[in-house]
């Protein structure tokens, strides 16, 4: 089957819209973000610590190591020996397994999992006592993303973009230029992760659904392109609100928890 062919089928099946549309971000994550671009000017003036930056970054950190630990092994990052306590509500990971691809498409997934892996506990590291615990996270937020390889790079290709455009949107509020530096670090690994997942879900023939309104469709889907850049070839960034509002599946403002984090992110930056 062609990729047109296999595009095709993807529209004609009532079964992939119901996945693939009704079930997108629990109706949350395909509306537009509504979130002013100057939320994060409020937060600079609020007196954000570099702290607060990373504390965010590790509840996001959380869920990617989560996603990929579970569709790689089966397990949770605390059954395979990664520290998950810290300040604020503890909470448990539900949802998700053990998800069935071929050789090439694993090996790509494993080695995603283990630099998730190694973020979660670089962060953790570098925040010693003043690390956030990981939250509750529901994997089955969509209802999809385990049952298939497509579902599941499906719903990585959404998670990673989300990752680059809130590291790029969070960097100007860090003070400490090694701090920055780190975060850039992670910034780019992630972006390189985006990178080869978005042409893999372009090799599977997929059209999947947007995250909101800044999101760049992969190919495959209408208007893609294979890169999550605008015309000028720079990266979409987004604020830590729009960030909140894509993860929480809202983005009315004031919202904390909801979608991938029922009870909210731990640290100060958790409202949309």
């Given at each position: 089957m062609?990729?047109?062919?296999?595009?095709?089928?993807?529209?004609?099946?009532?079964v992939?819209?119901?996945?693939f549309?009704?079930?997108v971000m629990l109706?949350?994550?395909?509306?537009?973000?509504?979130?002013?671009?100057g939320?994060d000017d409020?937060l600079?003036q609020?007196?954000?610590t570099?702290?607060?930056?990373l504390?965010?970054?590790?509840n996001?950190e959380?869920?990617e190591?989560?996603?990929?630990t579970?569709a790689?092994?089966g397990?949770?990052?605390?059954?395979?020996?990664i520290?998950?306590?810290g300040?604020?509500?503890?909470?448990?990971?539900?949802?998700?397994?053990?998800?069935?691809?071929?050789?090439?498409?694993?090996?790509v997934?494993?080695?995603?999992a283990?630099d998730?892996?190694v973020?979660?506990?670089?962060?953790r590291d570098a925040?010693?006592?003043a690390?956030?615990?990981?939250p509750a996270?529901?994997?089955?937020a969509?209802?999809v993303?385990?049952?298939?390889?497509q579902?599941?790079?499906?719903?990585?290709r959404a998670?990673?973009?989300?990752?680059?455009?809130a590291?790029?949107g969070?960097?100007?509020l860090?003070?400490?230029?090694?701090?920055?530096?780190a975060?850039a670090q992670?910034g780019?690994?992630?972006?390189q992760?985006?990178?080869v997942i978005?042409?893999i879900?372009s090799d599977?023939?997929q059209?999947?659904?947007?995250v909101?309104a800044l999101?760049?469709?992969?190919l495959?889907t209408?208007?893609g392109?294979?890169f999550?850049?605008?015309?000028?070839g720079?990266s979409?960034?987004?604020?830590a609100?729009?960030?909140?509002?894509?993860?929480y599946?809202?983005a009315?403002p004031g919202?904390?928890?909801g979608?991938?984090?029922p009870?909210?992110?731990?640290?100060?930056?958790?409202?949309?």
């Amino acid at each position: 089957m062609t990729k047109a062919q296999h595009l095709q089928t993807l529209v004609d099946s009532g079964v992939s819209r119901r996945r693939f549309a009704r079930n997108v971000m629990l109706g949350g994550l395909g509306v537009a973000a509504t979130a002013a671009m100057g939320t994060d000017d409020l937060l600079a003036q609020a007196g954000i610590t570099d702290v607060d930056v990373l504390n965010f970054a590790l509840n996001l950190e959380y869920l990617e190591g989560e996603f990929y630990t579970v569709a790689t092994t089966g397990r949770r990052l605390s059954e395979i020996g990664i520290e998950v306590t810290g300040t604020g509500k503890a909470g448990d990971t539900v949802g998700g397994g053990r998800v069935a691809m071929n050789d090439r498409l694993r090996v790509v997934a494993e080695q995603i999992a283990l630099d998730e892996q190694v973020h979660v506990t670089f962060l953790r590291d570098a925040l010693g006592r003043a690390a956030v615990a990981k939250p509750a996270i529901d994997l089955n937020a969509l209802g999809v993303g385990f049952g298939s390889a497509q579902e599941f790079f499906a719903v990585a290709r959404a998670f990673e973009d989300l990752g680059v455009s809130a590291y790029g949107g969070a960097a100007y509020l860090v003070k400490n230029p090694a701090i920055l530096t780190a975060a850039a670090q992670i910034g780019l690994t992630e972006a390189q992760h985006a990178g080869v997942i978005r042409l893999i879900v372009s090799d599977l023939g997929q059209a999947v659904p947007l995250v909101d309104a800044l999101d760049v469709p992969p190919l495959m889907t209408p208007n893609g392109r294979l890169f999550q850049v605008d015309g000028t070839g720079r990266s979409t960034i987004r604020t830590a609100s729009q960030v909140l509002a894509v993860a929480y599946g809202s983005a009315t403002p004031g919202t904390r928890g909801g979608g991938f984090f029922p009870d909210g992110v731990n640290g100060v930056i958790a409202a949309v």
